[in-house]
């Protein structure tokens, strides 16, 4: 009866959260309206036809985002990506639909750009609120699922931890099942009292309707056993999910999924793919053209400065490896002049080294593809000749494209490495923006870059003023 009520309730949360979002929806297209036109009436012609092309759009955009799948135990932050993502497709898609079907004018010039601000805001913060009320729920014990484990101890120990306070997520942890052939001494005495007994008694503790859901964490090894206990649970309803030991892997952005029809564990991938692949394109491109309209009399001032104070060209072109190990050539102004077999860097030149300015033209392998406005520094052809074979996973960093900007160099890792640690410390950044990229962190990264370089800007010409008083 319980587990019923579960499931029924399942069907209601996705039923309210499509009406919460049609309301939503066209709650918002209302509010534009009335925002362009000045009218406290209801839809004319034209708006009313662009808002149900919009929410039948929206429509399938969410089916493809999968919007309305089962989001119990996973991070708010995945939910909103997925909705939010599918709303703005959503909108990008209008606009030519428009296009066809009338005149651009017909709907008023800020009309579209209100309704997006506005969906977006009303879809984000509905969903926050429901975490925030479903979390109260599932800490009172209400709207729960309830979990039984199988293991044989080892990985098995953190999983039971960790599920027995996992009741906020929805998950309320029953017990295990003990799958060891003898007692090893390893159990801590609170596990020993969630122990259920041998696997034996599993079956029969399952179809009583004493848990919801069967979690297995067996080592790979053990695929007799997994299949003797899937053959013991083949008349009961409860969910089984298997929980393999990947721990003891070098992981970067792992997950499930498929390929050719075939169920995979992706034990290291890239994130830039399908719709995080068409979202970083769409933030790089839109910032570096930005960036380049703003900047362009910084660029003209700095390419002065390079053209009196060095002979030869305005760029240096060194050759950096890219995303997937491609090479490509980089744009930055020439901070050196040839001298005497080496590089003499000119007082200018360490001036835009310092303050980071000599890889503004890097916008321009932006725009071209090449580069990323945040990802991993690229380094120099002699650094990954030097680490890739002494520092392990040093090739994983090469899974985005790099970037202008990064995870590591707002901590302070933009500096020439001196030693293999200086290296490792470096990757460790650089894999773990890559584990946790979202847009966010994009922005956060690029604010944070602005006022570092600010910073240095200002010390900069700080320090030059006070070396030219001295003189």
């Known amino acids: 009866m319980k587990r019923a009520l579960v499931a029924e309730s399942s069907v209601m949360r996705g039923l309210l959260a499509r009406s919460l979002d049609i309301a939503t929806i066209v709650a ?20 009313l036809r662009a808002a149900l092309i919009g929410l039948l759009l929206t429509g399938i955009c969410s089916a493809h985002w999968a919007v309305y799948r089962s989001w119990r135990g996973t991070p708010l932050r995945s939910e909103l990506e997925a909705v939010l993502g599918a709303w703005l497709l959503a909108v990008l898609l209008l606009v030519p639909v428009l296009e066809l079907t ?50 044989n101890g080892g990985f098995g120990l953190q ?6 306070t996992a009741r906020w997520a929805g998950f309320e942890f029953v017990g295990w099942f003990d799958e060891r052939d003898g007692d090893d001494g390893r159990i801590s005495a609170a596990a020993v009292q969630r122990c259920l007994g041998p696997t034996e008694r599993l079956a029969g503790f399952v179809e009583d309707g004493n848990a919801d859901e069967v979690w297995i964490a ?19 309803t409860a969910d089984i999910r298997l929980v393999p030991d990947i721990s003891s892997f070098r992981l970067l952005n792992h997950s499930l999924g498929e390929v050719a029809g075939l169920p995979v564990i992706n034990l290291s991938s890239t994130p830039m793919s399908g719709r995080n692949r068409l ?3 769409i933030e790089d491109r839109t910032l570096a053209g930005a960036c380049l309209i703003l900047a362009a009399p910084l660029l003209l001032v700095i390419a002065l400065g390079v053209y009196l104070t060095t002979p030869g060209p305005l760029f240096f072109r060194p050759v950096r490896l890219g995303y997937d190990g491609r090479p490509f050539r980089a744009w930055k102004f020439r901070c050196a002049v040839p001298h005497a077999g080496r590089n003499r860097f000119t007082r200018f030149g360490v001036f835009l080294r310092h303050t980071g300015l000599e890889g503004l033209p890097q916008l321009l392998n932006v725009l071209d593809g090449s ?3 945040v990802g991993p520094c690229p380094h120099a052809a002699a650094y990954n000749a030097q680490y890739k074979a002494r520092v392990d996973g040093y090739m994983s960093r090469f899974k985005v494209k790099p970037g202008l900007t990064g995870w590591a160099q707002i901590h302070g890792h933009d500096q020439r490495i001196e030693s293999i640690e200086d290296m490792e410390r470096r990757l460790a950044l650089d894999l773990e923006y890559i584990e946790n990229w979202s847009l966010e962190l994009d922005l956060r990264i690029v604010l944070l870059t602005v006022w570092q370089m600010a910073g240095r800007v200002l010390g900069g010409l700080r320090k030059a003023a006070a070396q030219q008083i001295r003189h």
Not at 28 to 47: K, M, N, Q, V
Not at 218 to 236: D, V
């Open 28 to 47: 918002s297209s209302f509010a534009g309206w009335w925002l362009e036109t000045g009218s406290t009436g209801w839809f004319e012609g034209d708006f």
């Open 159 to 164: 999983i039971i931890e960790q599920l027995a």
């Open 218 to 236: 067996l080592p790979f090894r053990a695929e007799a056993r997994l299949r003797s206990i899937l053959w013991s649970l083949r008349h009961c």
């Open 279 to 281: 979202l970083k394109a």
């Open 102 to 151: 009338g005149e651009p004018d017909e709907y008023g010039r800020h009309w579209l750009l209100y309704w997006a601000l506005f969906g977006t805001a009303g879809l984000a913060g509905w969903r926050v609120l429901m975490r925030r009320a479903q979390r109260y729920v599932h800490t009172g014990g209400r709207d729960v699922r309830r979990v039984v484990l199988v293991t």
């Open 371 to 373: 580069m990323a406005i």
